[in-house]
């Protein structure tokens, strides 16, 4: 059965929206490895809330770090030391992994989460935004990804319709447009759901 890992090009674009409708469209475990800032809740959290799917699909973190930083310097902080080895894929699926922040977010100061998911093998998502910018960052990320022979599946887009900038990343990317996410004025499983459905193609997915 599938299981991906969500990164995205950057932070706070979406990726744990994302993640929740995907976790509740497949019915799929979610798991965040590393959680970076916990004043504000987890991600697992929001994903458990989002997706509808029974708790015990929602994996707990590897890792709990208190400030909302890149995992390395969180950890320093909390004088934790990330061991990248102690990563170990849960065997469960469907299965949804999401990583911190973008793709080449460092766990330690040798490693980053490209170099993580290149060792897992799993097909990657990279979760973009449609505004300006979003081409650069967008073909960076895929390009990191592609340096480490990391398997992407495609591009899941998150914000208003810009179909220039979408097509040119999935284009000059050779990637796979799977869908766009707009921005919901009100976030709750039912209109994630809906939203999710009418952006996407399932068979994508499974």
Same mark, same amino acid.
């Given at each position: 059965?599938?299981?991906? /890992?969500?990164?995205g090009?950057?932070? $706070?674009?979406?990726?744990?929206?994302?993640?929740?409708?995907?976790? #509740?469209? =497949?019915?799929?475990?979610?798991?965040?490895?590393?959680?970076?800032?916990?004043?504000? @809740?987890?991600?697992?959290?929001?994903v458990? *809330?989002?997706?509808?799917?029974?708790?015990?699909?929602?994996? %707990?973190?590897?890792?709990? &770090? +208190?400030?909302? =930083?890149?995992?390395?310097?969180?950890?320093?902080?909390?004088?934790?030391?990330?061991?990248?080895?102690?990563?170990?894929?849960?065997?469960?699926?469907?299965?949804?992994?999401? $990583?911190? @922040?973008?793709? &080449?977010? %460092?766990?330690?100061?040798? /490693?980053?989460?490209?170099?993580?998911? !290149?060792?897992? @093998?799993?097909? +990657?998502?990279?979760? !973009?935004?449609? *505004?300006? #910018?979003?081409?650069?960052?967008?073909?960076? +990320?895929?390009? !990191? =990804?592609?340096?480490?022979?990391? %398997?992407?599946h #495609?591009? !899941?887009? /998150?914000?208003?319709?810009?179909?220039?900038?979408e097509? +040119?990343?999935?284009?000059?990317?050779?990637?796979?447009? &799977? @869908?766009? =996410?707009? /921005?919901?004025?009100?976030?709750?499983?039912?209109? &994630? *759901?809906?939203?999710?459905?009418?952006?996407?193609?399932?068979?994508?997915?499974?």
């Amino acid at each position: 059965m599938s299981a991906f /890992v969500v990164t995205g090009t950057d932070t $706070g674009i979406g990726k744990t929206v994302f993640s929740a409708a995907l976790t #509740g469209a =497949l019915g799929a475990h979610y798991w965040k490895p590393v959680q970076s800032g916990l004043a504000d @809740g987890a991600d697992k959290d929001s994903v458990a *809330s989002l997706a509808a799917v029974p708790a015990a699909r929602i994996i %707990p973190e590897a890792y709990r &770090l +208190t400030e909302p =930083l890149s995992p390395h310097r969180a950890a320093e902080l909390d004088s934790v030391t990330i061991d990248p080895d102690v990563l170990i894929l849960p065997e469960v699926r469907p299965l949804v992994v999401e $990583g911190a @922040g973008g793709a &080449l977010v %460092p766990l330690t100061r040798e /490693v980053t989460y490209a170099d993580v998911f !290149a060792e897992w @093998g799993l097909l +990657t998502i990279i979760v !973009a935004r449609t *505004s300006l #910018g979003t081409i650069n960052h967008s073909l960076l +990320t895929i390009e !990191a =990804l592609r340096a480490r022979r990391v %398997p992407i599946h #495609g591009v !899941a887009f /998150v914000g208003e319709a810009n179909e220039d900038n979408e097509a +040119t990343i999935c284009e000059m990317g050779k990637v796979h447009r &799977l @869908g766009r =996410l707009p /921005v919901l004025p009100a976030l709750a499983p039912e209109t &994630l *759901s809906d939203a999710f459905a009418r952006g996407f193609n399932l068979e994508d997915f499974t």
